[in-house]
């Protein structure tokens, strides 16, 4: 160095002069000092702390050594495009200089080759960046460094490099150096990341520095730059290394000791990162802004593929509890207060895609239980920041379906801390936690209102300081339900408190409570007990809620309908406010002004709902592009979530509308109708759910399709399920058949996963025939698949075969509870219903060798591949191992239900094959089939019985009607039923040739006619009473039976024959039963049968007679007894006499030449006699018996017009006695009925002016007839009108001797103390006189037939009561009251005062006349709206029982003491009814005997 020259401005010397070298500095200071080794040491660490100083590395070895040492510069070696070629200077050439440097330095060859290191890294790193804050090397950059990496490998193989000298000296170029180059100094082992952090003095500025250069990193990796690899890797390195040495599980940040620096530092990075992200999410940070990228790019680091394949399992639990930790507390700036008013705004779609992200990653490696116990742990012991907090509770309850139990038990562990040491925070902490898991809606939570609910009505049990506690919060609880729409007190008066759900509003129960009150009604006639206490105890929803939708202004019908009957008896009650019901009537009327389809159009919405359901639409794609990518299957339930708050947004629900349930869905399946916008949303759910299964399926078969479809159907289990289950109505009953392959499979795995999630779902009420019998959803797809036309049946064959296809692979791994759980038994019967009906080869036993495989096939299915999927699932192993399941095999009754249902028309079988598969069906599988496989044993009885059980069914159901006007006149509202009905007359025939061989010759079975016994048992399961409802269903029921009779044999009414051993059969009891107990009441008119079971009953009994050995003296009989078992036959038989005398004169004639037998005759002569009467020629004398000359006679002047009776009536003046009275019931029976059936205005007059013409002769002639309104079924109990109540019966009389006793006893039978069995027994009468009847029944079979016992005295006047109530309906004889008192202005006013029996059977009337109009009874013989009645006493029964009030309290002074003799028994217990007319009576009976009436006035 002897040409260098060292500057030296201090000195002033000549810059000119020689330099002096470093040799001759040294060798002076030699000469003038001794050596010392201790100063040579020292000397010699002076020198290497000079040489770390220095700045220039190699300018100092060029000092030292001259030119020559140019060429070992480390430029050459790294500069990988230099001219001179690397070869040329190997590792070993540079290392061995570089040792000789060292040892003419005197200093560690390794420290000197770590200094030229680090300077040589500098320079790379200073070089041309491409960023303005570069973390990445260049292509340029990362060849240099890997050559130099190269070079220092060697020399650390060689032990030529200080790690720690290396380290201090990276740092001092700190601002220059590139995170890259770090990261390959780690790679390549040159130095750990470890070892160059700990190598800081100052902790914080390498933790900033690692910070930002991590921002930096993140940033360019969302910039997609050409170096993403190896950023991706690099930031992957860094995390893993933080993670690990951070949260080592010895590591305590909390100890007091000097901790180790690099935890530190990776914590501190870490949580510098989460912090900085966190505060940029809550400042609102810029969509694909840099902090955004940054944020994205550091939340990806918490996904598996980062972390999971190289990090255990403890420390990265114990990173992602920390990191949890910290976003539940960082910057707790919201108090619970501004949470309760906020939170709905933190619903997990709600929430920040990027926190929900970070949120769903946190939960992949922590189970459900850690988490809630760590959220748990967070509240009771730090401040949080509650938007992070409730947002996180959301993310849980949705990513987690089993957190929902897990919250609810903490939830519940809250409040019983709340309530057992008065923690208010406990309570505050449950609400909100509850609130927030409600908002997410039914599928993730328990709605908010019904947590409300469950603590109102079930409240803990806590101590009793704190009951204070307990009862504040209940009220508050019921506010909060107020504000919820479901406050306590508007709940509804039948609402089920223990179901889970709840209705949208009051409104709604109300309609509900509304029609279950008028059905109690039509029950019992009386208003509900729970609307009487509800007008009391709870009034508010009385009057706000429950007569606003009582009184909902109509159309009034013509006919006052049970509704009407419902709401006057509740004005009469004064539970009706007069201005409201006023109201009510002004709306009512104004309603029949209105056109009735006024309020029918429904407008669409206005074009603001497209942007709601644009994203909804985007969201749905989102999931369906999801569906073909495995690795997207976490964020599934994510989209499900944002799907769920799109579609709230939709439907116009906010977050308390989402809180209340529904407990039953009302569903119209014959007019199922959506609002558009309702109709758009539904639509497009179910086309996504098509579309995701099949892009599904397209990857992977169901068992292997994840949870997405379970997910997704939870989206409907809210308020969007009436709208969904309305559009599948539309869709699959009356839209099925022109659905496609994809539609159906789709709409099939719904229906499966709907029934996965039946537990949660309400019933849903499909409406007639049973409104309150709710069905369970998966049994609604039962209802909506239908099997009567052609195309409908192959349609329900496709989707049973796509449902039970679905759930067989599906659940094919789970137990066949769980695989019957999600069909519907229903929908399994019906597809061994169509196997059997539409595949001869399904009909036939299958062998071990048929057993198919079953495949899922998504695609379009032509209508072969159908039949080969169909046969293929009939032939399943574990479908035919399900059938042997009890509930789902299909019995010989469930088959008879859905053969009903075909159309005949419209069948895919012809006639043929149809009767052919009905001979196959019954006397080839059900019928030889055991019992306990629902078949019939063999048994054709019993295969007749299920038969006609099944048949009654379905003419009960709504199934059987087509909703048109005359659908009932049709057999089962459709001639579907014809062909069953045609079985049914083969099987029975086969029966009654079974029975015949059984029966020996000359002999008649003993035993009765299945079919009656059938009748039997269902009527005894019918609803009794006279309500409007019950009385329409019996009558139905009736119908069905009558029909069923005219399609048999007529030998069924009466048996194949008579003899003489046993002339009445059992076949006629059993039909004169069904006549006399319920054929009279409801299927009868005008006291006689309708024409064609009369003719049937009258062939068979001609038929059965002409096989004994004397048919007339047979036909006279069974027709004698019919007069007193079953009088109603002769009756009907005088109405239908024009076109019954014909048929049986002729089968008459054609087996006997004798005339008609007597009985016939005397049905010739009653006709004959009636229309002599109203001949203008003179009149023939009434034959015997009087009762029925009676009714020929009265059914006569029924077809008479009324202007040609007043004249002809006046015969009756000529008419004995008896036949006046018998021809007075019937007339009061005419006057009823025109009260009850009258369509015309005619009728009701003409049956009055009758009555009171007849009325009129009785009282000229003083004839009795009060004892027509003393009637009752059990005989006179005791009593005896005319002999004393003591005087025995006589015990025989002759039988051609006229009667020895007075007329009064003979005309027993018809004066008794009761109106019918249904009203109230009467006290005694006095007794009165009556007329003697003639013509006792039976006097001319006895002379013909020795073997008739000699009558008891009175029994045959029992009979003519008996034969009088039989013939009148029970309703008829119920209000004979009515008729008693509109007859009130032509009583004679000397017979009411002359005649003892008068008052007491007045009294009676009147007191079973106000109980008929508290019982709302009266409301049936009302004057229809629109009918004026001008006739007196014809009035609304108020009136009538004004009129008859005022005509007792006039009559009762005017009459004898005598009259008063059982007054306390008649009061006895109905003195209630009037106070005043009983204290009248009481009054008078107390009265002195001579008291002068004179003075009273007059009655009328």
Not at 236 to 256: A, E, I, W
Not at 762 to 767: H, I, L, N, S, T
Not at 987 to 999: G, K, N
Not at 1422 to 1429: H, V
Request: include cysteine; proline fraction near 6%; charged fraction near 20%.
């Amino acid at each position: 160095m002897s040409d260098s020259w060292v500057p030296n401005s201090a000195s002033g010397q000549d810059p000119g002069r020689r330099r002096r070298s470093w040799a001759e500095l040294l060798a002076g200071r030699v000469k003038r000092e001794k050596y010392n080794p201790e100063r040579a040491q020292k000397l010699k660490e002076s020198a290497v702390r000079l040489l770390r100083s220095h700045q220039d590395l190699n300018a100092l070895l060029l000092e030292v050594e001259g030119p020559l040492c140019k060429k070992l510069s480390l430029s050459k070696v790294i500069d990988c495009d230099s001219s001179e070629a690397y070869a040329n200077h190997s590792s070993s050439f540079i290392g061995s200089a570089l040792q000789d440097q060292a040892s003419r330095l005197g200093i560690p060859v390794g420290i000197l080759s770590a200094g030229v290191v680090a300077s040589s890294v500098g320079q790379i790193c200073t070089a041309p960046a491409e960023t303005s804050h570069p973390v990445l090397l260049t292509v340029e950059q990362r060849k240099k460094l890997s050559s130099l990496l190269e070079f220092a490998q060697y020399l650390l193989a060689h032990s030529m490099f200080s790690r720690l000298s290396f380290c201090q000296e990276l740092w001092k170029i700190q601002s220059s150096l590139l995170l890259e180059a770090v990261w390959h100094l780690h790679v390549q082992g040159i130095v750990s990341l470890q070892e160059l952090l700990e190598s800081h003095p100052d902790m914080h500025a390498v933790g900033s520095w690692l910070f930002r250069n991590l921002c930096c990193l993140c940033e360019q990796m969302e910039a997609s730059c050409q170096h993403a690899d190896v950023a991706r890797a690099m930031l992957s390195d860094f995390v893993q290394m933080f993670v690990l040495r951070g949260f080592q599980k010895n590591s305590d940040l909390r100890r007091t000791v000097e901790p180790e620096k690099m935890p530190q530092v990776a914590v501190d990075v870490l949580q510098r990162m989460l912090i900085f992200a966190l505060d940029a999410l809550a400042a609102g940070v810029q969509e694909e802004s840099s902090t955004h990228k940054i944020v994205r790019c550091w939340f990806g680091v918490f996904s598996g593929h980062t972390l999971g394949s190289v990090i255990s399992t403890d420390p990265l639990k114990r990173f992602f509890s920390h990191t949890l930790t910290q976003i539940l507390t960082h910057s707790p700036v919201l108090k619970a207060s501004d949470a309760v008013q906020m939170q709905r705004e933190w619903s997990f779609a709600r929430t920040h895609p990027l926190l929900t992200a970070l949120y769903r990653r946190l939960l992949v490696m922590l189970s459900a239980e850690e988490l809630v116990g760590h959220l748990q742990e967070v509240l009771e012991t730090q401040e949080v920041h509650w938007q992070r907090v409730l947002s996180f509770v959301s993310a849980l309850v949705v990513c987690f379906p089993e957190a929902q139990q897990l919250l609810e038990d903490w939830v519940a562990r809250l409040m019983a801390q709340a309530f057992e040491s008065c923690q208010l925070d406990s309570m505050v902490t449950a609400f909100l936690v509850v609130r927030q898991a409600a908002l997410e809606g039914p599928s993730a939570f328990l709605s908010y209102a019904d947590w409300f609910k469950v603590h109102i009505l079930h409240p803990p049990l806590v101590p009793s300081k704190y009951r204070s506690l307990l009862t504040d919060y209940i009220s508050l609880a019921k506010t909060r339900l107020a504000d919820l729409k479901v406050s306590i007190e508007n709940m509804g008066l039948y609402e089920d408190l223990s179901s889970a759900g709840d209705i949208t509003e009051p409104h709604s129960q109300a309609l509900q409570d509304v029609e279950k009150a008028i059905m109690v009604f039509e029950h019992t006639g009386k208003i509900p007990v729970t609307v009487m206490e509800a007008s009391i105890f709870r009034r508010p929803y009385y009057v706000s809620h429950f007569l606003p939708a009582l009184l909902t202004p109509r159309v009034l019908p013509k006919v006052p309908d049970s509704r009407v009957a419902f709401i006057e008896s509740l004005k009469r009650a004064d539970k009706i406010p007069p201005s409201l019901y006023s109201t009510y009537c002004q709306a009512c009327s104004a309603a029949e002004e209105k056109p009735e389809d006024a309020a029918l159009g429904v407008r669409a919405e206005p074009s603001s709902a497209e942007e709601p359901l644009g994203q909804l639409r985007a969201a749905l794609g989102e999931l369906r592009a999801s569906m073909t990518d495995p690795s997207q299957r976490d964020v599934i339930s994510a989209q499900v979530a944002v799907i769920s708050e799109r579609l709230r947004a939709v439907l116009g629900h906010n977050e308390d509308d989402s809180s209340v349930e529904i407990s039953k869905i009302q569903l119209s399946i014959n007019t199922p109708r959506l609002e558009p916008r309702e109709h758009m949303a539904v639509d497009l759910l179910l086309t996504s759910f098509c579309q995701n299964l099949m892009a599904a399926s397209s990857v992977a078969p169901p068992e292997r399709q994840g949870p997405w479809a379970a997910l997704f159907v939870r989206t409907m289990c809210g308020r969007v399920l009436p709208a969904v289950l309305t559009r599948l109505c539309q869709l699959l009953r009356h839209q099925g058949p022109s659905l496609s392959a994809p539609h159906v499979l789709g709409l099939a795995a719904l229906a499966v996963h709907l029934g996965e999630s039946r537990s949660a779902l309400p019933e849903v009420d499909v409406g007639p025939p049973a409104p309150d019998a709710g069905l369970p959803v998966p049994a609604l797809f039962d209802s909506l698949l239908t099997c009567r036309t052609r195309d409908s049946l192959f349609f329900c064959l496709k989707f049973c075969t796509a449902a039970i296809s679905y759930s067989l692979c599906k659940f094919s791994s789970q137990s066949r509870d769980t695989l019957c759980s999600c069909l519907s038994p229903g929908l399994i019967k019906k597809f061994q219903f169509l196997m059997f009906r539409l595949f001869s080869e399904a009909r036939q036993p299958l062998s071990e060798e048929d057993v198919a495989s079953l495949s899922w096939r998504p695609l379009h299915l032509p209508s072969a591949d159908w039949q080969r999927a169909a046969l293929s699932l009939w032939t399943h192993r574990t479908f035919r191992e399900l059938l042997k399941e009890e509930d789902v095999h299909l019995t010989y009754q469930d088959w008879l239900h859905l053969e009903l249902e075909i159309q005949p028309e419209a069948d895919a079988l012809s006639d043929t094959e149809r009767q052919d598969f009905h001979q196959w069906a019954i006397h080839e599988h059900f019928l030889p089939e055991s019992s306990a496989s629902g078949g019939c044993d063999g048994d054709l009885q019993a295969a007749c019985t299920i038969l006609v059980n099944a048949l009654m069914d379905f003419h009960q159901s709504s199934r059987s009607y087509d909703h048109s006007e005359n659908s009932d006149l049709v057999f089962g509202g459709r001639t579907g039923n014809e062909d069953i009905i045609s079985r049914l007359q083969e099987m029975v025939a086969d029966l009654e040739l079974q029975q015949d061989l059984s029966v020996p010759l000359g002999h008649t079975p003993s035993q009765g006619h299945f079919l009656f016994e059938i009748f039997r048992r269902r009527l005894q399961a019918l609803t009794s009473g006279w309500s409007v409802a019950a009385s329409l269903q019996r009558q139905r029921e009736l119908l069905m039976y009558k029909r069923i009779l005219l399609r048999l044999p007529s030998s069924v009414l009466c048996g194949s024959s008579f003899q003489a051993e046993q002339p009445i059969t059992a076949r006629c009891e059993q039909f004169f039963h069904l006549v006399n107990s319920e054929m009279r009441n409801f299927c009868s008119h005008g006291g006689a049968l309708t024409q064609d079971i009369t003719a049937h009953f009258f062939r068979g009994l001609l038929n059965a007679c002409l096989r004994s050995r004397d048919p007339s003296l047979m036909v006279d009989f069974i027709l004698a007894k019919c007069q007193t078992k079953c009088p109603l036959i002769l009756t009907s038989a005088l109405v239908w006499w024009p076109s019954l005398e014909p048929v049986l004169l002729c089968r008459w004639r054609r087996h006997c030449q004798s005339p008609l037998p007597r009985e016939l005759q005397k049905l010739q002569e009653g006709r004959q006699f009636a229309s002599d009467f109203l001949s203008p020629e003179a009149a023939s004398l009434a034959p015997n018996p009087d009762w029925l000359s009676a009714a020929a006679l009265h059914f006569a002047i029924q077809q008479v017009r009324e202007e040609n009776i007043r004249k002809q009536l006046k015969k009756l003046d000529c008419e004995r006695e008896e036949l006046l009275v018998f021809l007075f019931f019937f007339s009061l029976m005419g006057l009823l009925s025109s009260h009850l059936t009258s369509n015309s205005t005619r009728d009701l007059p003409k049956a009055f002016h009758v009555c009171a013409a007849i009325l009129e002769c009785l009282e000229k002639r003083k004839i009795s007839w009060l004892a027509l309104f003393q009637l009752t079924e059990s005989g006179p109990m005791g009593l005896s009108w005319g002999l004393p109540l003591s005087a025995p019966h006589p015990p025989s009389c002759k039988r051609s001797t006229p009667h020895p006793l007075p007329a009064a006893d003979r005309y027993l039978g018809i004066l008794s103390s009761g109106c019918s069995p249904h009203t109230i027994p009467t006290a005694r009468p006095p007794r009165v006189h009556v007329p003697t009847p003639r013509g006792v029944p039976s006097t001319d079979n006895r002379q013909r037939c020795p073997e008739l016992p000699e009558p008891l005295l009175g029994v045959a006047d029992l009979r003519l009561g008996r034969l009088l109530l039989r013939v009148a309906p029970d309703q008829h004889t119920r209000l004979l009251p009515f008729a008693f008192y509109s007859l009130l202005s032509y009583f004679h006013e000397d017979a009411a005062i002359r005649e003892e029996a008068f008052l007491h059977v007045a009294v009676d009337m009147y007191l079973k006349l106000v109980q008929l109009f508290v019982a709302g009874d009266t409301s049936t013989v009302s004057p229809p709206a629109g009918r004026s009645l001008e006739l007196q006493g014809q009035g609304n029964p108020v009136e009538l029982i004004t009129k008859a009030r005022l005509f007792l309290l006039q009559l009762i002074p005017r009459c004898p003491k005598k009259s008063f003799s059982h007054v306390a028994e008649l009061l006895a217990d109905r003195g209630d009814c009037d106070p005043e007319v009983s204290a009248a009576l009481q009054s008078r009976q107390q009265a002195a005997p001579d008291a002068d009436l004179s003075q009273e006035p007059y009655l009328f």
